[in-house]
């Protein structure tokens, strides 16, 4: 819009699924998007993300939205999930999102920003052989309701947003590990998920969504 200044998201998760999708909306708006992809950083590395952050924040007057969309899930019963799983599920679900929102959080209180993290239906219920990833989305939660009454003050939303299962790359890769068949007309789109994170986005000033469930017809 002409007067205003132009809006800048970070978008983790973007070479797929709903952060790509996220992202080339933001684009086609004419917003500045900058792309977290694992050819950028490596989420799993905490050291290399922090490193990474605080380089970005030198250069960044204002963040207008931060949205954490990536994500990894591999299932598995608690009795067989090796040390290796549990650490890479709560490294790139949960400190990954924690390390970059603390560096980036100056950014985002001085444009008023919204952080938006991207949870899942696992996030509310665990079912059996999700543990790694549904400890990891509860955290996650809990990382978003922390984040939201510390920073209610300094002017910054934050929003989690659980969807159930959407037909992105990473839900085919959990119904390969299911031993079924992957039809993605029985998902919800991508685009559903990106139309719910722009409304979140543009809500007027007046208002806040702390938490919205997405789910398939």
């Given at each position: 819009?002409?007067?205003?200044?132009?809006?800048?998201?970070?978008?983790?998760?973007?070479?797929?699924?709903?952060?790509?999708?996220?992202?080339?909306?933001?684009?086609?708006?004419?917003?500045?998007?900058?792309?977290?992809?694992?050819?950028?950083?490596?989420?799993?590395?905490?050291?290399?993300?922090?490193?990474?952050?605080?380089?970005?924040?030198?250069?960044?007057?204002?963040?207008?939205?931060?949205?954490?969309?990536?994500?990894?899930?591999?299932?598995?019963?608690?009795?067989?999930?090796?040390?290796?799983?549990?650490?890479?599920?709560?490294?790139?679900?949960?400190?990954?999102?924690?390390?970059?929102?603390?560096?980036?959080?100056?950014?985002l209180r001085a444009a008023g920003g919204t952080v938006v993290?991207?949870?899942?239906?696992?996030?509310?219920?665990?079912?059996?052989?999700?543990?790694?990833?549904?400890?990891?989305?509860?955290?996650?939660?809990?990382?978003?309701?922390?984040?939201?009454?510390?920073?209610?003050?300094?002017?910054?939303?934050?929003?989690?947003?659980?969807?159930s299962r959407t037909a992105t790359p990473m839900q085919e890769?959990?119904?390969?590990?299911?031993?079924?068949?992957?039809?993605?007309?029985?998902?919800?789109?991508?685009?559903?998920?990106?139309?719910?994170?722009?409304?979140?986005?543009?809500?007027?000033?007046?208002?806040?969504?702390?938490?919205?469930?997405?789910?398939?017809?």
């Amino acid at each position: 819009m002409t007067g205003q200044p132009e809006r800048t998201h970070l978008v983790t998760g973007a070479g797929s699924g709903i952060g790509e999708e996220l992202a080339d909306r933001l684009a086609e708006r004419g917003d500045r998007v900058v792309r977290l992809t694992r050819d950028v950083v490596d989420l799993e590395d905490a050291v290399a993300v922090a490193r990474w952050a605080t380089d970005f924040a030198d250069d960044l007057e204002r963040l207008d939205s931060l949205l954490h969309v990536a994500g990894t899930v591999d299932l598995g019963t608690v009795a067989e999930l090796d040390l290796d799983v549990w650490q890479r599920h709560l490294d790139v679900n949960l400190t990954a999102p924690a390390v970059l929102t603390s560096h980036l959080l100056p950014a985002l209180r001085a444009a008023g920003g919204t952080v938006v993290f991207v949870n899942s239906s696992a996030g509310l219920v665990a079912n059996a052989q999700w543990s790694a990833y549904a400890a990891s989305k509860f955290g996650l939660r809990a990382l978003a309701d922390s984040l939201r009454a510390e920073e209610a003050g300094n002017g910054v939303r934050v929003t989690t947003v659980f969807p159930s299962r959407t037909a992105t790359p990473m839900q085919e890769k959990v119904h390969e590990q299911e031993g079924r068949t992957y039809d993605a007309s029985r998902w919800i789109r991508p685009a559903t998920v990106v139309d719910s994170i722009l409304h979140v986005l543009d809500l007027p000033a007046d208002a806040t969504i702390p938490e919205l469930v997405i789910r398939p017809r």
